[in-house]
């Protein structure tokens, strides 16, 4: 009896002195990610809040630049997916609006190709 005792002391023990070492004493720190490792909740507030800046500032071309860092698709195809999740996550209708504004941009805005030296 008293060995099992022993191994479920040991054992917790081993636990608790883990969840100390990762949580407290070496925890992990994130530097440097892009946003494109961002989760799709994190990724729809981020084109919520571009499509916020785009209302107050009206530039199509600095939200598209700003939607950029947000992965490899392009601006107008992050945007619908962040409105595909806002439905599904209940976000208010005045968001989603504010999305689906910024989305009717991006459908008739294209990038003006400047020269470079």
Known sequence: MSRRVGFVVAILAGII???VYG???NPVQYVETSP???RADY???YVLMVAEA???EGDLALAARRLA???NTTPLA???QAIVFAGQAGYSPKDVDLMLKLSQGLKTW????QGTP
């Not at 294209?110 to 190709?113: E, G, I």
Request: aromatic letters at 8%.
């Open 17 to 19: 002195l883990g969840l």
């Open 23 to 25: 949580w407290v004493i």
């Open 36 to 38: 494109d490792t961002l």
């Open 43 to 45: 990724k729809a507030d």
């Open 54 to 56: 785009y209302r107050t």
């Open 69 to 71: 860092i947000l992965g």
């Open 78 to 80: 992050m945007v619908q």
């Open 110 to 113: 294209s990038p003006q190709t």
